[in-house]
């Protein structure tokens, strides 16, 4: 997501209010006993459960993340330490890996959960590792400045640190990204100029890592790369503490109202589905038809992106992960009211057959707009993704919560 979410949502107007109904009787150990308007409603399908469920699905879906970005640290150290054609492709390709897993947990956004906050209120990691559209020139050069961003700045940054880039990241604009998932990325692949018809990603030559290769400051590039594999490696592994059985917010979540819980998991999904990649990842792009509002520019990888946080919704609303199943909302709603349950199945089909129907790469689907073939298309899946989130609005107010979605 763009940096200073906060910020980003109240200006665009795209933000989730989560209002929360009272209850007498709102412990996590209850038998399904929500609020439906004041009155009780008790249902066979258990609220601690769906909890105990999507805390396992939380941790299974970060520790994947930590997993691939481990592998991609080594790769970018064999690569820095033997700069070479394969060792170059094997990074690339260990990047793509690690964005199959931190994908769908962009579905635990939204959910006033530590990837968002931490418990000071203040904002936690989700801007230092994800991060977007990014201005390429304040990390390294780009096409007719040779001598931009961080790493060609040796006078105001004579060594490049976890801290320097962490507290940089940001300075001065929101574009202003330094450090996270497509920091790496940009450092891999480079700026992409090259036409959306083309369907080319960047096309940065590994020799930029060379010293006397094809650019300055060659070891400055390889330090600062792995330096955001190492701050993305903390991050995930400070989410990880946080969700542990024990952990600073796992203690908060077990205690959480059964109404805080199940408002929070709609109202974070139907946020997910609606503003942020219906609008602000997609409608966006194909309005400007830029590919630099594109999640992934750089690798032409967006579609990807796009399909995996939409499995990240899925995954929260049904209560799976890879041989993850339990208890979900989706089986509370269906109890509860099995028309509601059925209309936002038949949404995720409709949404999940839009996404599959755009065409790959992204920069090429939206590059007509959406009076093109293609841009239609892509257009479809935005209005069937805002569709969705409304509909999980609604079947969120089926069982006594007021989730509404801009």
């Known amino acids: 997501m763009k940096l200073n979410n ?48 999507y805390a396992t699905i939380v941790l299974a879906n970060y520790n994947d993340a930590l ?10 150290i064999t690569f820095t330490t033997t700069p070479n054609e394969e060792n170059f492709q094997k990074a690339k390709n260990a990047w793509l890996t690690s964005r199959e897993s931190y994908g769908p947990s962009e579905a635990f956004r939204f ?71 497509h920091a790496i990325e940009f450092l891999l692949w480079g700026q992409d100029n090259t036409s959306a018809l083309e369907k080319l990603a960047g096309q940065r030559p590994f020799t930029d890592f060379v010293e ?12 600062y790369i792995l330096v955001c594999a190492n701050l993305i490696i903390e991050n995930l592994e400070s989410l990880i503490a946080q969700w542990e059985e024990g952990g600073s917010y796992r203690t908060e979540f077990n205690t959480l109202s059964d109404n805080n819980l199940l408002t929070n998991l709609f109202g974070s999904i139907a946020e997910l589905s609606k503003s942020e990649l219906a609008v602000e990842r997609m409608d966006v792009a194909l309005g400007n038809q830029d590919q630099e509002d594109e999640h992934s520019c750089f690798s032409d990888n967006t579609h990807r992106d796009i399909r995996l946080n939409f499995e990240g919704i899925e995954n929260v609303y049904y209560g799976k992960y890879k041989n993850i199943v339990g208890e ?29 129907n755009t065409a790959i790469p992204f920069d090429f689907a939206i590059s007509g707009g959406e009076s093109s073939e293609e841009g239609a298309k892509v257009k479809r899946a935005v ?24």
Request: charged share 25%; proline share 2%.
């Open 67 to 76: 997993s691939d970005a481990l592998q991609l640290r080594t790769a970018l």
């Open 111 to 181: 959910a006033d959960g530590p990837i968002d906050f931490d418990r000071d209120g203040e904002e936690g990691p989700e801007g230092l590792l994800n991060s977007w559209p990014l201005d390429e020139n304040f990390i390294d050069y780009v096409k007719g400045a040779n001598t931009a961003g961080i790493i060609n700045n040796v006078t105001e940054f004579p060594e490049i640190t976890l801290e320097v880039l962490e507290a940089k990241n940001g300075d001065g604009g929101d574009a202003n990204v330094s450090t996270g998932y």
């Open 6 to 53: 906060i910020t980003k949502l109240l200006i665009t107007g795209f933000t989730i209010f989560l209002i929360v109904s009272c209850s007498s009787d709102d412990d996590n150990s209850s038998k399904g006993n929500i609020n439906n308007n004041g009155e009780g409603a008790t249902t066979s399908v258990a609220v601690n459960q769906i909890a105990k469920n």
């Open 212 to 223: 006397g290769g094809t650019s300055e400051n060659q070891t400055r590039r390889s330090t």
């Open 383 to 406: 209005v069937a993704l805002q569709t969705l989130g409304d509909l999980l609005a609604e079947g969120a107010s089926k069982l006594g919560l007021q989730v509404t979605v801009e």
């Open 328 to 356: 979900s909302i989706s089986d509370l709603l269906r109890e509860k009211d099995a028309e509601a349950a059925k209309a936002i199945d038949n949404a995720f089909a409709v949404a999940n057959a839009a996404i599959e």
